[in-house]
């Protein structure tokens, strides 16, 4: 069984104009029929770094979870946004984007690795005081831009790092989509059977021509678990000044069919929050 974890959140949140409260709860809700896994939906993080993100905790009341077989996330940040977070009995995960790029965690979160590695402990214990589960997203886990030191044995030790923790989901994330077939596959053979209890999953960001080989080396090293957004829009804004768009929602089912892999979606839902992604993302 594939996990499908849908990323509205990464689509709007560089979004060029700001999107209503009102239209992300049409949007959310009808990706809340479609019978993705768990939607990425929002995120707790500084209104000044992503405006677009100020107005979760208003959307949140307003979800249609009830008959919903999706689960959320949202994104935090820091400790103060996650414990902004887990108040919220609606919300089973908590994701936290840390960098094996010294340079893009500061960027990104304004804190070191080291000092990353500290908050992502003191998360944990939040998670698991209010019943949920922390997801870590190894970002920059395939390459950076900055000339930041990468290997794969970074990227490894640091799930050790995680590991220790008992982190129990970790996503290697393609931040600014460098990650080739090679490093992929090179990075899933030798996680995902060192760490039986974590559950691997893959964030990539890709041009359209390249996902469909990311995706094949992930799926056949034992990935399981994909993050994607409708249409392939988004990228992540603290990255660098041109986004590189989502893996595309469509492009992975596709692969799911050709590959005769079940999915457990509505695909008339799945049309309906298509048609309303064209109006949302609009200009």
Same mark, same amino acid.
């Given at each position: 069984? !594939?996990?499908?974890?849908?990323?509205?959140?990464?689509?709007?949140?560089?979004?060029?104009?700001?999107?209503?409260?009102?239209?992300?709860?049409?949007?959310?809700?009808?990706? !809340?029929?479609?019978?993705?896994?768990?939607?990425?939906?929002?995120?707790?993080?500084?209104?000044?770094?992503?405006?677009?993100?100020?107005?979760?905790?208003?959307?949140?009341?307003?979800?249609?979870?009830?008959?919903?077989?999706?689960?959320?996330?949202?994104?935090?940040?820091?400790?103060?946004?996650?414990?902004?977070?887990?108040?919220?009995?609606?919300?089973?995960?908590?994701?936290?984007?840390?960098?094996?790029?010294?340079?893009?965690?500061?960027?990104?979160?304004?804190?070191?690795?080291?000092?990353?590695?500290?908050?992502?402990?003191?998360?944990?214990?939040?998670?698991?005081?209010?019943?949920?589960?922390?997801?870590?997203?190894?970002?920059?886990?395939?390459?950076?831009?900055?000339?930041?030191?990468?290997?794969?044995?970074?990227?490894?030790?640091?799930?050790?790092?995680?590991?220790?923790?008992?982190?129990?989901?970790?996503?290697?994330?393609?931040?600014?989509?460098?990650?080739?077939?090679?490093?992929?596959?090179?990075?899933?053979?030798?996680?995902?059977?060192?760490?039986?209890?974590?559950?691997?999953?893959?964030?990539?960001?890709?041009?359209?021509?390249?996902?469909?080989?990311?995706?094949?080396?992930?799926?056949?090293?034992?990935?399981?678990?994909?993050?994607?957004?409708?249409?392939?829009?988004?990228?992540?804004?603290?990255?660098?000044?041109?986004?590189?768009?989502? !893996?595309?929602?469509?492009? !992975?089912?596709?692969?799911?069919?050709?590959?005769?892999?079940?999915?457990?979606?509505?695909?008339?839902?799945?049309?309906?929050?298509?048609?309303?992604?064209?109006?949302?993302?609009?200009?």
């Amino acid at each position: 069984m !594939l996990k499908l974890i849908e990323c509205p959140r990464d689509a709007m949140q560089g979004w060029h104009r700001i999107i209503s409260t009102e239209e992300k709860v049409q949007y959310l809700n009808a990706l !809340l029929e479609v019978g993705f896994d768990t939607i990425d939906f929002g995120s707790f993080v500084s209104p000044k770094a992503i405006p677009q993100m100020a107005d979760t905790a208003k959307v949140l009341p307003q979800l249609k979870l009830e008959g919903s077989k999706s689960k959320l996330l949202a994104i935090v940040a820091n400790v103060r946004g996650a414990e902004e977070a887990v108040i919220f009995d609606e919300i089973n995960y908590l994701g936290f984007p840390f960098s094996v790029s010294e340079t893009f965690q500061l960027r990104n979160t304004n804190k070191t690795i080291a000092e990353s590695l500290e908050q992502v402990q003191t998360m944990q214990e939040l998670c698991i005081k209010n019943h949920k589960e922390l997801v870590v997203y190894i970002s920059m886990g395939f390459g950076n831009p900055y000339g930041d030191a990468y290997s794969p044995e970074i990227v490894l030790r640091w799930v050790e790092e995680m590991a220790k923790l008992e982190i129990n989901i970790i996503s290697l994330a393609d931040t600014v989509g460098v990650a080739d077939p090679v490093t992929i596959s090179n990075l899933f053979q030798h996680l995902i059977p060192a760490y039986p209890q974590v559950e691997f999953g893959a964030h990539f960001h890709a041009a359209p021509h390249q996902w469909e080989e990311k995706v094949q080396a992930a799926w056949d090293h034992g990935c399981r678990r994909f993050d994607s957004a409708i249409k392939g829009i988004g990228g992540c804004p603290m990255a660098k000044d041109d986004l590189v768009g989502n !893996l595309a929602t469509e492009n !992975l089912i596709a692969f799911c069919d050709k590959h005769q892999v079940s999915l457990p979606l509505d695909r008339n839902a799945l049309k309906k929050a298509q048609a309303l992604a064209d109006v949302v993302f609009t200009n």
